[in-house]
């Protein structure tokens, strides 16, 4: 291969570096990126308490959760390496869903205070519907346009893009998904 691609380009190949991970290494950063993950939903709850509700915050954390474990089930399910690169599309896809989740929740909390104001008082449930069926066309045309730059990426990207952007795919429509009818509702029951 090293002969062909000399031939190739011109000139001498030669290899600088050859990087391996072996098992007690991959345990480290298998160990690593369990706690990378943990702090991140940490800190999103505690994030998400301070500007809304903790009640909201846990909600939209399990919904994060329900993202991460779809996404690690389909890739175990293909057989897809679970590797750094995963981990960055999986760390991207949480900040995905929490972005979702809090547009959501923050026109909730708008048309609570709207509520106030006019001493209509409605039921957390009216307002948390309300508050999905004005965030949809935002949530829609953004989630269609990572939709598309995604499938191209899957299509066109070749084999060292393919996992990272099948995971961004996968991660932003069930992030979409959840911030809606995951987080939403939990967040609607938790209120209860």
């Not at 990126?33 to 500007?51: C, E, I, P, S, T």
């Not at 990207?157 to 099948?166: H, P, Q």
């Amino acid at each position: 291969m090293r002969q062909e691609l000399a031939e190739a380009g011109g000139g001498d190949v030669r290899r600088d570096r050859d990087d391996r991970i072996g098992p007690s290494l991959g345990e480290e950063l298998r160990r690593k990126a369990v706690v990378a993950l943990v702090v991140a939903l940490g800190a999103q709850l505690a994030y998400l308490a301070v500007r809304f509700h903790w009640r909201w915050g846990l909600a939209t954390v399990a919904a994060m959760g329900h993202d991460v474990l779809l996404l690690l089930g389909l890739f175990a399910w293909l057989g897809r390496p679970v590797d750094g690169v995963f981990l960055a599309a999986l760390l991207t896809v949480i900040g995905y869903s929490v972005n979702d989740s809090v547009v959501v929740f923050d026109r909730v909390r708008e048309l609570t205070r709207a509520g106030r104001r006019s001493r209509a008082r409605e039921p957390f449930a009216t307002l948390a519907n309300r508050a999905c069926l004005q965030t949809v066309p935002r949530t829609v045309s953004t989630g269609l346009g990572a939709v598309f730059v995604l499938v191209a990426l899957v299509a066109l990207g070749g084999e060292s893009l393919f996992d990272f952007a099948l995971a961004l795919l996968v991660g932003v429509g069930v992030g979409t998904y959840s911030s809606v009818f995951v987080a939403t509702p939990l967040a609607v029951e938790l209120e209860r």
